[in-house]
Antibody, heavy 125, light 110 residues
Framework: QVQLVQSGAVVQKPGASVKVSCKAS????????ITWVRQATGQGLEWMGW????????GYAQKFQGRVTMTRDTSISTAYMELSSLTSDDTAVYYC??????????????????WGQGTLVTVSS | QSALTQPRSVSGSPGQSVTISCTGT?????????VSWYQQYPGKAPKLIIY???KRPSGVPDRFSGSKSGNTASLTISGLQAEDEADYYC??????????FGGGTKLTVL
């Protein structure tokens, strides 16, 4: 069965960076994109961007441009999301999800069908 | 790039139907038939329940249905059950390889 297993909770200081991992199993990582979404406590879902694990191509939400980097290591079926220059506003649960595209139309991601369990990132001095 | 607009909360009694709206613009909901809906229980990851406006993934009960008219998409839950009490989020493709989520709606089963 398809599973996305994320790394554990982490506490970082303001100004630091955090790198969250997302290991895929039950399918081939390079066959679908990985989308990242975050959720601050008591708040809604916020789309951060996507990565094509096959090509390494990425697309980031304007809000995170210059501060987020999405990468992958296909040899271990793992995707990564690194966020830099952290502030307290970045305290949230970060989710990876498998993103689906309408390949024939070159449109996507259009929805996320499988999600990781989430990784709590706390930014505190 | 504002979030899609959803009501903060809706409620209904067991057996009734409820509808959650999701209002966007002509650049997202109105432009594409790529609206999806997610159900989220407290402390859990979101779960896909509707994609491409009205399609249901395998295993999702047919009590859940989706539709769209103009810039507004809707999720209808019929035959409401206690287990449907959760947060619901809409999401739309917004062009240029981007997605946009709604603010979320808390469903209370009375």
């Amino acid at each position: 069965q398809v599973q996305l297993v994320q790394s554990g909770a982490v506490v970082q200081k303001p100004g630091a960076s955090v790198k969250v991992s997302c290991k895929a199993s039950g399918y081939t990582l390079t066959s679908y994109d990985i989308t990242w979404v975050r959720q601050a406590t008591g708040q809604g879902l916020e789309w951060m961007g996507w990565m094509n694990p096959n090509t390494g191509n990425t697309g980031y939400a304007q809000k995170f441009q210059g501060r987020v980097t999405m990468t992958r290591d296909t040899s271990i079926s793992t995707a990564y999301m690194e966020l830099s220059s952290l502030t307290s506003d970045d305290t949230a649960v970060y989710y990876c999800a498998r993103g689906r595209w309408v390949v024939a139309a070159g449109v996507g991601p259009t929805f996320c069908d499988y999600w990781g369990q989430g990784t709590l990132v706390t930014v505190s001095s | 790039q504002s979030a899609l607009t959803q009501p903060r909360s809706v409620s209904g009694s067991p057996g009734q139907s409820v509808t959650i709206s999701c209002t966007g613009t002509s650049s997202d909901v109105g432009a594409y038939n790529y609206v999806s809906w997610y159900q989220q229980y407290p402390g859990k990851a979101p779960k896909l329940i509707i994609y491409d406006v009205s399609k249901r993934p395998s295993g999702v009960p047919d009590r859940f249905s989706g539709s769209k008219s103009g810039n507004t998409a809707s999720l209808t839950i019929s035959g409401l059950q206690a287990e449907d009490e959760a947060d619901y989020y809409c999401c739309s493709y917004a062009g240029s390889y981007t997605l946009r989520f709604g603010g979320g709606t808390k469903l209370t089963v009375l």
